[in-house]
């Protein structure tokens, strides 16, 4: 029997063995025996229950520091200093033990597990202080000019993060384009928009920072844009951004969002405070949200009811949406994903 015959032969038998596993709409592949090799690490019945515990238990213990970060977001924007600095000793113990924990079990500590939308860690804002700092002294010494390349590159550098990386091929796709189609009455405004929303994730991918566009609701025309912010998750309004704002009627806006959450209240509140016709959201994870807003918004009733439904087990995604069409429910705003 020659080798052709041979293995032909074991490959039926194995067919008819096995008839289940190819009829489950998959196409058959020819099999040669002992040509592949499975380089897995292997576990044991009791390794694996093992490591099904230990990753339990930090998922618990990520749980926790999300619950305390959002609970203490609540308390900040209650104006509780006391309670603030509280919890802020909580989170910096809880994720001590975490960091521990993963350490003594072999395991990758995942900080975008623990992230909560708004928070910013105190800690992480001060070494980025000391960096400006010592930036600020090297220049003195000519060693290096504020406001270089290699200061904005630094910049980014501080603030990446592979969690919010751009799938740069959807945002070049006529599936993401087509989202703009319809965003508002005026194409030249939604050529603008998406324009701006490709610009803004391109430059913003992999980072925590935001961009902000500008754009007037009747020619399409960019009023302002910010591109350079090195603020985490945000956009300070500067005394040039106000006055270039104030008393106009007619602006839509656009930013990025790292996280790719809903509208926060913040953006809704600057939605009213300043008058805009529409606001826009880029997630980094292409999706698209539209929102206005008529009337002031409690930040810390929404974080209590995001808290709320983080306890009854939704994830941040889902709980920031269940709060937004809570607060819908008795005050004059909308939001809206852009499809």
Not at 17 to 30: E, I
Not at 188 to 201: G, P, T
Not at 257 to 276: A, Q, V
């Amino acid at each position: 029997m020659s080798l052709q015959e041979y293995y032909g032969e074991m490959i039926l038998q194995y067919y008819w063995k096995n008839q289940d596993l190819f009829f489950c709409g998959r196409v058959s592949r020819s099999i040669s025996i002992g040509l592949f090799i499975n380089r897995e690490k292997q576990y044991s019945e009791k390794e694996n229950s093992e490591e099904y515990e230990k990753v339990t238990k930090q998922r618990a213990l990520e749980r926790d520091i999300r619950k305390q970060k959002t609970t203490r977001n609540a308390l900040k924007a209650a104006g509780d200093d006391e309670g603030v600095k509280e919890y802020d000793k909580k989170i910096r113990a809880s994720t001590a033990k975490l960091e521990r924990f993963c350490d003594e079990n072999g395991l990758t500590v995942r900080r975008d597990r623990t992230e909560v939308y708004g928070y910013s860690d105190p800690g992480r804002k001060k070494k980025h202080e000391d960096f400006v700092e010592t930036l600020d002294k090297s220049e003195e010494s000519d060693i290096i000019k504020s406001g270089s390349d290699i200061v904005a590159l630094e910049e980014q550098r501080y603030g990446r993060n592979k969690n919010t990386l751009v799938n740069k091929t959807f945002i070049d796709s006529g599936e993401y384009k087509r989202k703009f189609d319809n965003a508002t009455d005026n194409p030249v405004v939604n050529k603008s928009l998406y324009d701006c929303a490709k610009k803004a994730l391109k430059h913003r991918s992999g980072t925590v920072f935001e961009d902000m566009y500008w754009i007037n609701s009747n020619t399409g025309n960019i009023e302002l844009a910010v591109t350079d912010s090195t603020a985490e998750r945000g956009i300070p309004y500067s005394d040039k951004i106000i006055k270039a704002i104030t008393g106009r009627t007619d602006l839509i806006t656009l930013h990025t969002h790292p996280g790719s959450m809903p509208p926060s209240i913040s953006d809704l509140n600057k939605n009213f405070e300043h008058n805009y016709r529409t606001g826009f959201i880029a997630c980094h994870n292409g999706r698209v949200f539209g929102y206005n807003c008529n009337e002031e918004i409690s930040q810390a009733l929404h974080d209590l009811y995001v808290a709320e439904y983080q306890s009854m087990g939704d994830d941040e995604y889902s709980a920031q949406l269940a709060s937004l069409n809570k607060l819908k429910e008795n005050h004059d705003f909308d939001f809206w994903e852009v499809t």
